[in-house]
């Protein structure tokens, strides 16, 4: 059974920081490219952060690069989101998605999401 699981949302003040962890069972971890999305309520999801299965490239969303930092360790099959300099903008709930794709196999696979907020 795949599992994808979110943690380190909370509430913070603009400014601030938080780390998300993404833990992830039930695949082999170092195949998948791991990603982070967000959703603001009445907004679309959007892609923030993405790594791939190695960990040797990553591409961020322009609205976060500069304070987001996606990382991953393979051996405690886990991606990370760190979180700086945090806007109200930045409220959302927060996805973590590992993806596979290869010549033959494509296979996506979602967690439920953690809530960050980023109030005053």
């Known amino acids: 059974q795949v599992q994808l699981v979110e943690s380190g949302g909370g509430l913070v003040q603009p400014g601030g920081s938080l780390r998300l962890s993404c833990a992830a069972s039930?695949?082999?971890?170092?195949?998948?490219?791991m990603s982070w999305y967000r959703q603001a309520p009445g907004k679309e999801r959007e892609l923030v952060a993405a790594?791939?299965?190695?960990?040797?490239?990553?591409n961020y969303a322009d609205s976060v690069k500069g304070r987001f930092t996606i990382s991953r360790d393979n051996a405690k099959n886990t991606v990370y989101l760190q979180m700086n300099s945090l806007k109200p903008e930045d409220t959302a709930v927060y996805y973590c998605k590992a993806y596979r794709d290869s010549f033959i196999i494509k296979r996506d696979y979602w967690g439920q999401g953690t809530q960050v907020t980023v109030s005053s």
């Open positions: 039930g695949i082999t971890f170092s195949n998948y490219g």
């Open positions: 790594i791939t299965s190695a960990g040797g490239s990553t």
